[in-house]
């Protein structure tokens, strides 16, 4: 690294010398927030607070409603339901999706019991070592049947990623807003270790009948 003098230069034996005035600005990169593969023992106590606490909070139906919903859509990517009920999108279950879940489902039950319940240690402990996230498809068609056999990659830049598994597909329910006729979805298993969870991604969906839905995913804005 070079260092240009902001004083006068004095010479030595020969060999320019200087004295350096001012402050030396120190820029520190930090990591862009992203899906995290690795989770703390006290990382996963904050997610479950992060859910407990919205849910405790929620005293009728519709306050229940607004908190999964919520849930659903800070880690929802593609189309947003409320705007597109008939786009493509999908659902990452991260680490965090499913411990919030566990926090809410704390609060849920401790007002059922009147009493503080707390998930169990081996349960949050097999959240935080699951290799693989599954994501939940949601899409349209024309048909009942039209997400059956359905194929899922991931692609970022050049490369191409398989699932590790893909789940048989629901059968399509009536779409209540515009567009196709039928919604459906399916999950899929994806390695933490074949991705870049930092990465701006594409899911590919493609359909039996030839037809194809891409779902561009952020990864570094979720969690």
């Known amino acids: 690294m070079s260092v240009r003098c902001l004083t006068s230069v004095a010479r030595v034996s020969g060999v320019a010398t200087c004295t350096v005035v001012g402050l030396l600005t120190v820029v520190v990169l930090q990591p862009v927030l992203a899906i995290d593969v690795k989770v703390s023992a006290e990382e996963a106590q904050k997610a479950l607070e992060a ?8 005293n ?5 409603k607004k908190v999964l919903q919520q849930a659903s859509m800070v880690t929802r990517v593609g189309a947003d339901p409320e705007k597109d ?9 991260t680490k965090r999706y499913r ?22 240690d081996e349960f949050i402990k097999k959240v935080v070592d699951m290799p693989n996230m599954e994501i939940e498809v949601q899409l349209c068609g024309d048909d009942e049947y039209f997400a059956e056999g359905a194929l899922i ?10 699932p590790i598994d893909i789940g048989k597909a629901e059968r399509g329910r009536k779409n209540e807003g515009s567009g196709p006729t039928y919604r459906s979805r399916f999950t899929a298993l994806f390695a933490y270790e074949q991705f870049d969870p930092n990465a701006a991604s594409v899911f590919v969906v493609n ?13 570094s804005k979720v969690k």
């Open 51 to 58: 859910g407990r606490a919205p849910m405790e909070k929620a």
């Open 85 to 93: 009920s008939c786009g493509a999108s999908a659902i990452l279950r």
């Open 99 to 120: 411990l919030e879940a566990f926090g809410r489902q704390e609060a849920a039950e401790s007002k059922k019991r009147k009493t503080d319940v707390r998930m169990p």
């Open 60 to 64: 009728t139906p519709e306050d229940v």
């Open 153 to 162: 990659e991931l692609q970022q830049g050049s490369k191409r990623i398989k």
């Open 207 to 219: 359909l039996q009948d030839g037809k194809e839905a891409r779902i561009a995913a952020d990864f």
